[in-house]
């Protein structure tokens, strides 16, 4: 099974080659240029150190958001292309699910996990994006097939809100549990952690290109049977559009 991931959620992005439930190879972009300008030049660049061509694709993967509107469309409309062309399926795979598969895998290695796992994404404007995750109860994740970030739920759903209201609305559950905070939204808030985070908690802002954890995700239950053909990739926005929020805006001011 070789699977082909592509994430377009930020500026750089990042793009991956897995087989079989192994990474591959992985690249990230030049965030100086636009999705638009680098896609598909850096996918076809990236098979080609391999010697491959997307015949040879099993499987495609693409980050479904949330993030960049124009980076998730750009990367979406790339990604249903060229399986397309091929009549493959396609994973979509939330930026925040592979955060917590990123915190979750440091937690195997690290002994005492955390209680909770909160990616922490930039979303601009000074806001974030973001959610809870909590662990599966043991009775569901003992099947010992299913790997590390297949043992967490969505606790809280995602939002798109200033950083200083959402730790004010997660206020007890910051101070009473160990919380991993993860994400390229990190490294600019931290200072806002100091003294909201309880015991054992931590913050992590430096990560691995998505698009390789993506590609090993989409090889292994339980992200696999998520796989759909590519007309039906559907983007996780979380933030409404700016031309909605706009439409709406002249909507409520006509007479």
Not at 180 to 201: K, Q, T
């Amino acid at each position: 099974m070789l699977v082909l991931a592509l994430d377009t959620s930020s500026a750089g992005g990042s793009l991956a080659l897995a087989r079989d439930g192994r990474l591959v190879d992985e690249a990230t972009g030049d965030p100086s240029l636009t999705h638009g300008q680098r896609l598909p030049g850096e996918l076809q660049g990236l098979l080609d150190r391999h010697d491959l061509t997307t015949e040879a694709i099993d499987r495609y993967a693409v980050a479904a958001g949330p993030g960049s509107f124009t980076g998730l469309r750009v990367g979406v409309a790339t990604i249903q292309g060229l399986a397309l062309v091929h009549n493959r399926r396609v994973v979509a795979i939330s930026v925040l699910d592979t955060l917590v598969e990123v915190a979750a895998r440091l937690a195997d290695r690290d002994g005492l996990g955390p209680d909770l796992i909160a990616p922490w994404v930039d979303a601009k404007r000074g806001e974030v994006f973001s959610a809870l995750y909590e662990p599966v109860p043991s009775a569901d994740a003992a099947n010992t097939q299913r790997p590390a970030g297949a043992r967490w739920r969505v606790a809280v759903e995602p939002v798109a809100v200033a950083p200083v209201a959402l730790l004010d609305t997660w206020a007890d559950m910051l101070a009473t549990h160990r919380v991993w905070v993860i994400g390229d939204g990190v490294a600019g808030y931290r200072p806002l952690f100091a003294g909201r985070l309880g015991p054992g908690s931590r913050t992590i802002h430096e990560t691995p290109p998505l698009a390789g954890v993506m590609a090993v995700m989409a090889s292994v239950e339980p992200w696999c049977r998520q796989a759909v053909a590519p007309h039906a990739l559907r983007p996780i926005y979380v933030r409404r559009p700016d031309a909605e929020l706009a439409r709406e805006r002249r909507r409520r001011a006509e007479p």
